[in-house]
């Protein structure tokens, strides 16, 4: 029998090489003291994008009304899920993509997975998004989170966003650029908090699942 661990990190890392979305800030990271005769610890300055690696939109991101991410509630980001695998499923993840793991008991938080290994280190234009209608049906069927391992619910180059505004109008949270590439399909808890940050239109996280008892 195959050893499963008690706790899966399904963060992707932070570093300079990070990919973020074309334009969009990446990651630095400087240090403003280091240990010597003036300092006696090492301090660090970050300068980044929100949306670099793991991370939580807020409603302020696609909405000029919306909250800020440190505004929003906590619930949605912990508790029950289930990681549902879509593999292959192109440029969209519809219905039929994911019909096999949805039942009456689905928890209130989804994650899925498009790739066979999370592209981590590169930006991907031609990344999977998820169908506008599945979303609906998700929010329909009680959830109240949707995660992906991909930069974005929407394709790359879109711009009216018909994914986050369903997120909007149903009230749905979300994460993205999740890596689940070590994740068997199946039932989770989820813990993935956001920052409090006041006046962020997003935050990142470190995005963790524990096996059930």
Same mark, same amino acid.
């Given at each position: 029998?195959?050893?499963?661990?008690l706790?899966w990190?399904?963060?992707?890392?932070?570093?300079?090489?990070?990919? $973020?979305?074309?334009?969009?800030?990446?990651?630095?990271? @400087?240090?403003?003291a280091?240990? #010597?005769?003036?300092?006696? $610890? %090492?301090?660090?300055?970050?300068?980044?994008s929100?949306?670099?690696?793991?991370?939580?939109?807020a409603?302020?991101?696609?909405? %000029?009304?919306?909250?800020?991410?440190g505004? &929003?509630?906590? +619930?949605?980001f912990?508790g029950?899920? @289930?990681?549902?695998?879509?593999? #292959?499923?192109?440029?969209?993840?519809?219905? @039929?993509?994911?019909?096999?793991?949805?039942?009456a008991?689905?928890?209130?938080r989804?994650?899925? !997975?498009t790739?066979?290994?999370?592209?981590?280190?590169?930006?991907?234009? +031609?990344?999977s998004? &998820?169908?506008?209608?599945?979303?609906? /049906?998700?929010?329909?069927?009680?959830?109240?989170?949707?995660?992906?391992?991909?930069a974005?619910?929407d394709?790359?180059?879109s @711009?009216e966003?018909?994914?986050? +505004?369903?997120?909007r !109008? !149903?009230?749905?949270? &979300?994460?993205? %650029?999740? &890596?689940?590439?070590?994740?068997?399909? #199946?039932d989770?808890?989820?813990?993935?908090?956001?920052?409090?940050?006041?006046?962020?239109?997003?935050?990142? $996280? !470190?995005?963790?699942? /524990?096996?059930?008892a």
């Open positions: 029998m195959s050893y499963q661990p706790l990190d399904i963060s992707a890392p932070l570093h300079a090489s990070s990919p $973020v979305y074309p334009g969009d800030t990446p990651y630095e990271q @400087r240090w403003s280091t240990i #010597g005769p003036d300092s006696a $610890v %090492n301090v660090s300055t970050l300068t980044l929100p949306h670099i690696g793991t991370h939580a939109d409603p302020l991101h696609y909405d %000029n009304a919306g909250v800020a991410i505004a &929003v509630a906590l +619930q949605a912990i029950p899920c @289930r990681v549902i695998h879509a593999l #292959g499923c192109g440029p969209l993840v519809e219905w @039929r993509h994911i019909a096999h793991a949805v039942s008991d689905l928890p209130p989804v994650l899925l !997975r790739y066979a290994s999370a592209p981590v280190d590169r930006w991907d234009a +031609q990344l998004a &998820v169908a506008p209608e599945t979303l609906e /049906r998700l929010a329909d069927a009680g959830v109240l989170l949707v995660g992906i391992d991909t974005s619910v394709p790359a180059d @711009r966003l018909p994914s986050h +505004q369903v997120l !109008r !149903r009230g749905l949270r &979300v994460l993205e %650029n999740l &890596v689940l590439d070590a994740v068997p399909e #199946g989770y808890e989820l813990i993935a908090l956001p920052l409090k940050l006041t006046t962020a239109d997003a935050s990142p $996280v !470190r995005a963790v699942l /524990r096996a059930l």
